[in-house]
């Protein structure tokens, strides 16, 4: 198996953390939001750098956590908090 990544970030919640992790990958990103990454069913099913930011912008787009779970196979629990962030981008927005 590759290693697609490692990175170290402390924060109370999970929330936090994954935001803090983005941010530290690289300083232009912003955090866990829609991007430029293509969104297709194939690039949620490959573990790459950019799935991350595949499956933000399939949250931005409606994808359920049911759906994101039958194409990532991500703990149903990873892909709740991600959406957390998703839809308190919206309510904000």
Not at 5 to 29: C, H, N, W, Y
Not at 35 to 52: A, I
Request: net charge negative; charged share 25%.
């Amino acid at each position: 198996m590759k290693s697609v990544g490692e990175v170290m970030a402390i924060g109370r919640t999970f929330e936090e953390t994954i935001q803090k992790a983005i941010r530290a990958v690289d300083p232009s990103l912003h955090g866990f939001q829609q991007n430029s990454c293509g969104l297709s069913e194939d690039s949620l099913s490959v573990p790459t750098d950019e799935r991350l930011f595949v499956i933000a912008n399939a949250l931005h787009e409606g994808y359920t956590v049911d759906k994101l779970w039958r194409l990532t196979n991500i703990d149903k629990w990873f892909l709740n908090r991600l959406k957390h962030i998703v839809d308190l981008d919206k309510a904000l927005s």
